[in-house]
């Protein structure tokens, strides 16, 4: 057997441990200083990951107050002004530049999160193992960053180009002509849109689904012309292929291909929906 062979070997028994992982266990199966911190991890599930989380939390403060910074300036400045009028122009004047000051953070916000997404040391990429590990640690962070975005200030901006380009800035492959009317949308950067795919209002878009206690991500694929329904949600390693269309409240489960041109049935619009089809022996939850 030559070297090749052997590294092919090494490599197929190294997949399957891998595969074969006991996502409950409190040990590592890495080594060196790596493998400690991972038993640390799972270990002391809360603790440590409560630790290892602490500078994520340390960086959106940070992210936040930089993007606050121009409206906090114009409160003050206006309430210097404004301090010897009279108190209904006085108040009203301020409570302008409080709104005004709200969308000055909206809009920093949005270019300082992929700033501080961009220098992380590590990037977010498939993944199949236990929520407790060190490879799972790039999936909260890159969340988290997505979240603080999302849920302060993003829906003000969907769908604009504002919100399609705060996407791509957050590693999101996104093609010419896409219309994104949703920021329900996790794992920004597993995710590609081709040309002209238009994403339904409130569809809700994931690159990750739990199977069997695994955390599983996996990319998804929508290509050119597809459409995505209002409401309906799309799970990780799925494909959607060149102008298809996923029906309003559709759910399109893990390890779908939905084939080009297809269209949904009536059964497939029918109330809370599941299709697609999910891997041969797991249970998606």
Known sequence: ??????????????????????????????????????????????????????????????????????????????????????????????????????????????FIVPFFNFIMPFRLKPFRGSYFSLSSVPWYIHNALLYIVRFTFLNFVTPTPLNTLFYRMMGMKIGKGVHINTSNISDACLIELSDHVTIGGSAHIIAHYAAKGYLVL??????????????????????????????????????????????????????????GKAGDSEMVT
């Open 1 to 110: 057997m030559d070297k090749s062979d052997n590294k092919k070997s090494t490599q197929t028994v190294n997949k399957k441990s891998k595969m074969h992982e006991d996502v409950y266990g409190t040990t590592s199966n890495l080594k060196g200083i790596a493998g400690l911190a991972e038993t640390l991890l799972r270990k002391f599930r809360t603790g440590a990951f409560l630790a290892a989380l602490l500078p994520v939390y340390m960086i959106g403060i940070l992210a936040m107050g930089i993007a606050a910074t121009p409206g906090v300036f114009c409160f003050h400045l206006i309430a210097e002004i404004t301090r010897n009028w009279l108190p209904l122009f006085h108040y009203l004047a301020m409570g302008i530049t409080l709104v005004a000051g709200y969308f000055m953070y909206g809009l920093s916000i949005i």
């Open 218 to 275: 996996a990319p998804v694929k929508i290509k050119k012309g597809a459409t995505v329904g209002l409401k309906a949600t799309v799970m990780g390693d799925v494909e959607i292929g060149e102008g298809a269309t996923i029906g309003p409240h559709e759910v399109i489960l893990p390890k779908s291909r939905i084939p080009a041109g297809r269209k949904p049935t009536k059964e497939q619009l029918s109330p809370n929906p599941a299709n």
